[in-house]
């Protein structure tokens, strides 16, 4: 991974149906994780869901964040469905 | 103290280890809980965890760090099983013990509530039809807001 860009990382649900544990995007001024989101979502098929019905949750950085957050080189920005612990 | 692990706890010493925590301490009150046979499926023989390693200490850390704020804890224990479980297996133990047992019960449910909803952890039930993610329940939701 180059010093540009971002760590997308999935988990649970998504991570299996999208058949993608990690992958990187290239990061850009004023880039926010709902952005990314998109153009992922822009992929088609599975990865549709990103923008689809199905509430997705977003973390930066390991901390809870929303689709306007910004993003930035180095961050690592995780997608995962509702969290269903204990 | 938190840990999320692969192996089994022992809910006895981690009562001990809440009632060493000085002359103050009143009251414990702690939860297990456990797997069980029907959830969002039926005739479900185990579980599967997975978990945010990293993110998931941070926001029990911080669930603690509010429940501290809210009540008198003097000790917290939460401990989360990942991975493969079985049948009755324990899943989870939160333990709190404060001065009184108000404030006890109450940062010991407070925990567990607000972990089910944010805590990074996922559920994947097993049972004789294959694998199947559980989905977030709005009563769980409802629970976890009826704190804020």
């Not at chain 1, 990865?47 to 199905?54: A, I, M, R, V």
């Amino acid at each position: 991974m180059s010093a540009n860009t971002i760590t997308v990382r999935f988990f649970a649900r998504l991570r299996e149906e999208l058949d993608t544990e990690q992958l990187a995007v290239e990061a850009r001024p004023g880039l926010t994780a709902g952005d990314v989101m998109a153009d992922l979502a822009s992929r088609g098929g599975a990865w549709s869901q990103l923008q689809g019905e199905q509430p997705v949750m977003i973390a930066i950085n390991q901390a809870m964040a929303k689709p306007g957050s910004g993003v930035q080189a180095g961050d690592e920005l995780a997608l995962f469905p509702p969290v269903t612990g204990g | 103290m938190i840990s999320i692990q692969t192996g089994d706890f022992d809910s006895a010493a981690e009562y001990a280890a809440l009632r060493d925590s000085g002359a103050g301490t009143g009251a414990i009150a702690t939860f297990t809980g456990l797997v069980r046979d029907s959830g969002d499926t039926q005739g479900v023989t185990g579980l599967y965890l997975e978990h945010y390693p990293g993110m998931t200490e941070q926001v029990i850390q911080g669930l603690i760090d509010e429940a501290s704020s809210r009540w008198d804890v003097r000790q917290a224990r939460v401990i989360h099983r990942v991975g493969r479980l079985a049948l009755q297996d324990q899943i989870v133990f939160v333990g709190v013990c404060s001065g009184h047992r108000g404030d006890a019960f109450a940062a010991c449910e407070y925990i567990m509530d607000a972990l089910k909803t944010s805590a990074p952890f996922w559920k994947k039930e097993i049972n004789q039809d294959g694998e199947h993610w559980v989905e977030q329940k709005a009563s769980d939701r409802e629970r976890s807001q009826g704190w804020d």
